[in-house]
Antibody
Framework: EVQLVESGGDLVKPGGSLRLSCAAS????????MNWVRQAPGKGLEWVGRIKPRSEGETTDYAAPVTGRFTISRDDSNNTLFLQLNNLKPEDTGLYYC???????????????WGQGTLVAVSS | SYELTQPPSVPVSPGHTARITCSGDALPKKYVFWYQQKSGQAPVLVIYDDNKRPSGIPERFSGSSSGTMATLTISGAQVDDEADYYC??????????FGTGTKVTVL
């Protein structure tokens, strides 16, 4: 069974930093493209960024609002995805989801997977 | 910045067909995904690569894409399909973006 468990969300002041983690299990994490997606309270989904697997150079892409402030990394030995959030702003408040790319499991089960999210609140 | 535009709401009667559109300039060259999000829950993938159904998704969900518009069709809508729906694709540089979201009401 695929599981994604996010942690690290907290209440922080503007300009502060946080490090979010996503513990993955049930699939070959090292082969998977991984995304972070966020959702502000009562608002729509917003893609934050992604990291490709080591086989594709572990390259990263970010949405414009977070470029230069957020950094995605991965620890394949511990099946964990990270999101470092620096210089946080009130508009960064929201539920942060860890999301896999589309996976093919057991040769036939095709879908992607989302965690339940971790809440980040930025306020003075 | 690149935007994917969806209608804010689509009402549908039970058993009838709902069509949700997603408009974007890069869609002729980029695949579209569709997500269903029920209140208080994480999103669920219902269509990927324009028209493919993930495992476990009912056949009443189908997708198509032509030119700058993609469409999610729910045939024979059920009360359980009431949710927010988001399209998801990429801009010409490869950065991902979600659509503005559509609330489907089944009544």
């Amino acid at each position: 069974e695929v599981q994604l468990v996010e942690s690290g969300g907290d209440l922080v002041k503007p300009g502060g930093s946080l490090r979010l983690s996503c513990a993955a299990s049930g699939f070959i994490f090292s082969n998977a493209l991984m995304n972070w997606v966020r959702q502000a309270p009562g608002k729509g989904l917003e893609w934050v960024g992604r990291i490709k697997p080591r086989s594709e150079g572990e390259t990263t892409d970010y949405a414009a609002p977070v470029t230069g402030r957020f950094t995605i990394s991965r620890d394949d030995s511990n099946n964990t995805l990270f999101l470092q959030l620096n210089n946080l702003k009130p508009e960064d408040t929201g539920l942060y989801y860890c999301v896999t790319g589309v996976l093919i499991l057991d040769g036939a089960w095709i879908t992607d997977y989302w965690g339940q999210g971790t809440l980040v609140a930025v306020s003075s | 910045s690149y935007e994917l535009t969806q209608p804010p709401s689509v009402p549908v009667s039970p058993g009838h067909t709902a069509r949700i559109t997603c408009s974007g300039d890069a869609l002729p060259k980029k695949y579209v995904f569709w997500y269903q999000q029920k209140s208080g829950q994480a999103p669920v993938l219902v269509i990927y690569d324009d028209n493919k159904r993930p495992s476990g998704i009912p056949e009443r969900f189908s997708g198509s894409s032509s030119g700058t518009m993609a469409t999610l069709t729910i045939s024979g809508a059920q009360v359980d399909d009431e949710a927010d729906y988001y399209c998801y694709s990429a801009d010409t540089s490869g950065k991902r973006v979600f659509g503005t979201g559509t609330k489907v009401t089944v009544l």
